[in-house]
């Protein structure tokens, strides 16, 4: 996605409102992860995405760095999946690779509009039959498909500044969906005829992903209503989190049954809106830190006549398994940094 420069041993850290967690990794194979940590987020320092108090939240990076023994090390992250756009989009074929982003440049503002100004982008192209064609097509007239991914500038800064700032080296920054397919298309054979939703259920939001032939053709962030103050963390085994929830439990299962209907809907909209009805969701991937997963999965399974898994958590020695918690993390050391 998103790249700053080039990187040997790497921390890979993902943020949300309430944790922070890291897989450190000295390549691009998940045998290469030898350490993982979490930490819970101070209340007040981040929301939906946004730091909202860098003084504290640097105080907070900076007690990290130091705990965590990762000082002048080279860091991948996320982007919040609050502040992610994503646009299908399209340009002239001919378009060499190298100008491609240089032609987007031109657009954004014009042909294509975002809820911000100033924004960071990528492009991820699609591959198609036609790239394989002869010099004789006349590519002058046609169009390739791609998907833009866009942020706010001023919000990333905050970030890579900060990281700047506590002794880290910021190389990447990535979408999360993106780093959980690449976790799953390391540990899964995938049928690039089936389409793979992946419903990420977390402790305050869910994360909707489709994706067909390796390519994102639906993505989604839904704030829960569940306040993040009200999630208690201890540690456990293996200095792990396990977490519990201190407000309305009649509430948070009415708030999961309602994401969990809701998946119908989005579906649906793949299904008909998206491709008329010529192709539908074929397997649905659980994964997430809310502390009862296997719930979420169990629910998921009975409601809809579809095949539905627990994503796979990752184990070097097939004893000790990272967490499902820690497979963003580790779809974040798989990424190439180019």
């Known amino acids: 996605m998103f790249s700053f420069m080039k990187s040997k041993k790497t921390v890979n850290i993902v943020i949300d409102d309430y944790v922070i967690r890291m897989a450190e990794s000295s390549g691009e194979e998940l045998s290469t992860v030898k350490l993982i940590k979490e930490e819970p987020l101070p209340s007040g320092l981040i929301e939906y995405g946004k730091i909202v108090d860098e003084i504290q939240f640097y105080g907070f990076m900076k007690n990290i760095v130091q705990k965590w023994g990762i000082k002048h090390q080279q860091v991948r992250f996320y982007v919040p999946s609050s502040l992610v756009i994503m646009r299908p989009v399209e340009y002239p074929a001919h378009l060499k690779e190298e100008n491609i982003k240089e032609y987007f440049m031109m657009e954004i503002g014009e042909t294509i509009h975002l ?62 969906e993106l780093g959980v397919y690449r976790y799953f298309n390391q540990m899964n054979q995938v049928d690039q005829e089936k389409s793979y939703l992946f419903f990420e259920f977390n402790l305050t939001s869910i994360h909707l992903s489709i994706f067909h032939n390796h390519q994102l053709e639906f993505l989604r962030y839904q704030q829960l209503h569940l306040e993040t103050q009200l999630w208690n963390a201890r540690k456990g085994e293996n200095n792990t989190l396990t977490w519990a929830y201190a407000g309305d439990e009649e509430q948070k299962i009415g708030t999961i049954e309602d994401q969990i209907n809701e998946l119908e809907r989005i579906m649906n909209f793949y299904r008909y809106s998206l491709h008329k009805g010529e192709k539908e969701v074929s397997e649905i991937f659980i994964l997430g830190d809310y ?30 398994k990272m967490g499902a918690a820690f497979i963003p993390a580790l779809g974040l050391a798989l990424k190439e940094d180019k």
Request: proline content about 5%.
């Open 291 to 320: 502390p009862k997963l296997d719930q979420i999965y169990n629910r998921v399974k009975n409601q809809y006549n579809i095949t539905t898994r627990l994503l796979e958590e990752y184990s070097e020695t097939k004893k000790e």
């Open 115 to 176: 809820p911000f100004q100033n924004p960071i982008f990528d492009i991820h192209i699609f591959a198609t039959e036609q790239d394989h064609q002869t010099e004789a097509d006349d590519l002058e007239n046609t169009k390739k498909q791609g998907t833009l991914f866009a942020v706010p500038e001023d919000e990333m800064i905050k970030y890579t500044e900060i990281f700047s700032d506590v002794s880290l080296k910021p190389i990447v920054a990535d979408v999360k």
